[in-house]
């Protein structure tokens, strides 16, 4: 027998035993996070990513995808039985349909499994046949990654700093405010005045994130999904009652709920979900920030460290005694990066190392790895140079989202140097003082697939070798 045939021979066996033992024992699983603040496109970019991981016509710097080692991606029932799953295909639909429209909003945590068919190329990773990898898409939103921070709070310690940070907040905030000098916390419980409250609260909220604005703790009162109206979510923050509330006092019962919220609410959310991800993106809707002004991006610099504080195991016991195990890669993407003309994506790149740089600095990741980007998981515009102001600068033109018209569109130039936009920011200005950031929304531009592709994006395939290709090879 000549070597080649042994080889032959060996790799047959090899084969066999790895198909019996590959379906029966090890079918590597890769669980993929996918969170980012309300908006972010957390929701377009699972979809994107999927449809171009079955057609992976779009995907050249996916290594895995344009050596041809992918051989099969098809979708798969998720392992979890009681988590929803992701509406991939109505998703899909409203992006590449005939009357092409951005998806719902999410209110839950969803799921997905995509499973890819794999045969590495080589003649060593050859010799074990094609093998089936796993992957576990998890969208879940970042809002209730902040709520982490509420786990080592008091009721008393977040009511005080919840509404200090109200009266920075001067407009938006007078009606909570005016209902809370209302309240004497140590008066009877009633629950009408409970619902009115955290209604109040609620709407606080709902405006502040409205107006641009990221630190809106507790995440679930904005998405309470099927918790919405129950007790745990049924509380709001009280000016301090000057001693010990009495029993059966306003304050007691805010109190009690709070306690409830991070029992049941919180603690639940980080065991079930959190715990278990091997590789995290975390999307970041950069370029409304910079378009709100100063204020919302000092608070998306908190928010983006708070968020991070949840991938620091060991700055919170708890957490620490749950994770299973540690995430490996974290993604950091600025997404919608198709409003700007490619020749300022690296200067979205540089604005979003820098703003995560802070937290990074901090934060010890316990050897994950991190990067940042600027990517569109799906692209609704295309490029064009126009002149403005004596020169000729970069446009991108698309479909409006208000009228369907056809519009070019110049958002204004991002600065090299990121701290032109963070120095402001940190300093508490109100508005930006060089320059004014626009930005458009556009529709999903109507498009015809070619066989074998999946829709167009951004630097999608860079995204998904980053965070998958080392699993795939
Ligand atoms: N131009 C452009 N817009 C995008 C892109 N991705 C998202 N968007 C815009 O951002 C909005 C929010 O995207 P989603 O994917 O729904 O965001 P999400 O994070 O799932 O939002 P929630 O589910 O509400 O938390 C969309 O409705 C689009 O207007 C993109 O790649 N390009
Ligand atoms: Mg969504």
Known sequence: MGIGNIADSIARQ???AG???GALFFEPVIRLGVTGLSRAGKTVFITSLVANLMDRGRMPQLHAAASGAIRAAWLQPQPDDTVPRFDYEAHLAALTGPTPHWPQSTRHVSQLRLSLKVQPAGLISGLGGPRTVHLDIVDYPGEW???????????AGWSERVLARAAARDGLAAPLRAALDATDPTAPFSETEAQTLAGGYTAYLDAARAAGLSDCTPGRFLLPGEMAGSPALTFAPLPPPGGRAPRGSLWREMERRFDAYKAQVIKPFFRAHFARIDRQVV???ALGAIHAGPPAVAELETAMTDI????????????????GKRVERILFAATKADHLHHEQHPRLTAFMEALLRRARDRADFAGATTAAMSIAALRA???ETRPHGGAEVGCVRGRLLEDGRQAAFY?????????????????????WLEADYEIMSFAPAPMTLRQGEGPPHIRLDRAAEFLLGDRLG
């Not at 991070?308 to 994770?323: D, E, Q, T, V, Y």
């Open 14 to 16: 090899v084969e066999r």
């Open 19 to 21: 198909a019996e033992a």
């Open 145 to 155: 990654l902040l709520d982490l921070g509420l786990l080592d709070q008091s009721y």
């Open 283 to 285: 999307l970041v809707d």
């Open 308 to 323: 991070l504080a949840a991938f620091r195991p060991g700055r919170n016991s708890w957490l620490a005694s749950i994770l």
């Open 381 to 383: 515009t295309v490029e």
């Open 411 to 431: 958002p204004g130039a991002l600065p090299e140097d990121p701290n032109v936009l963070l120095a402001p920011a940190r300093e508490g200005a109100p508005r």
